[in-house]
């Protein structure tokens, strides 16, 4: 999963929680990305981020909040307002240069909500 | 607004069997098209992507994606399919230009079952 990281790799979250889910790079790329995954849906995009300090609304960015503080780092907080947080999360990373470079995925966070 | 669609949520093949999975996209403008994929529980690989050029485009692990613009489709490809291929494939295509960030949209995927 080349150089990114998340953790952790499996969580559980109490309905009314707000949870953090980490991402960290070491592919000193600047746009930084966060997927939701559920069966049969594919992929879609929560939030991505450009560069430090900026980052975008996706497709699915309700109930989420992400920051980007450091250029490795682009945690992601799924809050009470998300009403189906249960999926498998998973972070992307892309260098800059060019808008059609390919994404780096992380391992993934399995977020269950009990 | 750009789309992707994988007609089959599975695709069965026998291992030495040439293998296809088929993906056709939706977008205004020159398109960017990749494909990934995911073993379970793993974050998705890189396997090609299609920028300009030449139609057929050669990937990792032997696969290969042919372009064609009139069928608006860019259907994965390996002539020799390895009981190791099985896994879930993902098509994406870039979608209107952000910057510097390379916003994709995905499909839903198609599972690959090989088989000895």
């Known amino acids: 999963d080349g150089g990114i990281t998340q953790s952790p790799k499996y969580l559980f979250r109490k309905e009314g929680q707000n949870v953090t889910l980490s991402c960290e790079q070491n592919l000193n790329h600047d746009a930084m990305y966060w997927y939701r995954q559920d069966p049969g849906q594919g992929l879609r995009l929560i939030y991505y981020s450009q560069i430090v300090n900026d980052f975008q609304k996706g497709d699915i960015a309700e109930g989420y909040s992400v920051s980007r503080e450091k250029k490795e780092s682009f945690p992601l907080t799924v809050t009470s307002a998300q009403k189906n947080p249960t999926a498998f999360y998973l972070c992307?990373?892309?260098?800059?240069?060019?808008?059609?470079?390919?994404?780096?995925f992380g391992p993934g966070t399995r977020l269950t909500v009990l | 607004a750009q789309s992707v669609a994988q007609p089959e949520d599975q695709v069965n093949v026998a291992e030495g069997n040439p293998l296809t999975v088929k993906c056709t996209y939706s977008?205004?403008?020159?398109?960017?098209l990749f494909w990934y994929v995911q073993y379970p529980n793993r974050g998705l690989q890189f396997l090609l992507k299609y920028i300009t050029g030449d139609n057929l485009v050669k990937g990792s692990y032997g696969f290969e994606a042919e372009f064609n613009k009139s069928q608006t489709s860019f259907h994965l490809k390996k002539p020799s399919a390895l009981v190791s291929d099985s896994a879930l494939y993902f098509c994406a295509v870039r979608g209107p230009y952000t910057g510097t960030a390379s916003k994709l949209t995905f499909g839903t995927g198609t599972r690959l079952q090989v088989t000895l």
């Open positions: 977008v205004s403008g020159n398109p960017y």
């Open positions: 992307a990373s892309s260098s800059s240069g060019s808008s059609y470079n390919e994404q780096f």
